[in-house]
T-cell receptor, first 112, second 114 residues
């Protein structure tokens, strides 16, 4: 079956340092990949999604590159901000209307 | 202005009782979902509905029953509640026309079973 692996459960960074959150996946099909962000006591919200034409998605300074050869969709940002502190989920979906399969999540804490 | 309304926001229930979690979406979407989030399983898919029909069910227990009375409603009835059912339950929706369509989440119902 489909699965998503996020190897880091907790990441703590100092403000201004680069962010990289890992995401690898296994899927029978060629899925679309997503990053969702969840701030404390809020709903998960879409941060980024992969495109059919392999363009690199970017939003709020974050970007991710889908590498089909390594089945990865790592999330990156050049400089962490305090407001980036949140729970980040990588997810995949292979069909319209199909469920989103989420990874275990990575809690990012950015300190001054 | 929330487009996916979940009620109640917080719910405390006694073991063995029955509760209904309400979800309404005003995004005009044709697919709706339930997810559960707890300390043990961060975001776990439960059900998906498309045009008010059950499409996928990943919940082993029949104590969890989704109910769709209208096309923009997907309630979740939980019977014989157990302490392990304590979690935040998120309702979500999407427009079922592409695999990379965004799935929108409600703010959740936090259920505590005592």
């Amino acid at each position: 079956g489909d699965s998503v692996t996020q190897t880091e459960g907790l990441v703590t960074l100092t403000e201004g340092l680069p962010v990289m959150l890992n995401c690898t996946y296994q899927s029978t099909y060629s899925p679309f990949l997503f990053w969702y962000v969840q701030h404390l006591n809020e709903a998960p919200k879409l941060l980024l999604k992969s495109f059919t034409d392999n363009k690199r998605p970017e939003h709020q300074g974050f970007h991710a590159t889908l590498h089909k050869s390594s089945s990865s969709f790592h999330l990156q940002k050049s400089s962490a901000q305090l407001s980036d502190s949140a729970l980040y989920y990588c997810a995949l979906r292979y069909n319209a209307g199909a469920k989103l399969t989420f990874g275990g999540g990575t809690r990012l804490t950015v300190r001054p | 202005d929330p487009k996916i309304i979940q009620k109640p926001k917080y719910l405390v229930a006694v073991t063995g009782s029955e509760k209904i979690l309400i979800c309404e979406q005003y995004l005009g979407h044709n697919a709706m979902y339930w997810y559960r989030q707890s300390a043990k399983k961060p975001l776990e898919f439960m059900f998906s509905y498309s045009y008010q029909k059950l499409m996928d069910n990943q919940t082993a227990s029949s104590r969890f029953q989704p109910q769709s009375s209208k096309k923009n409603h997907l309630d979740l009835q939980i019977t014989a509640l157990k302490p392990d059912d304590s979690a935040t339950y998120f309702c979500a929706s999407s427009q079922e026309n592409s695999a990379n369509t965004e799935v929108f989440f409600g703010k959740g119902t936090r259920l505590t079973v005592v």
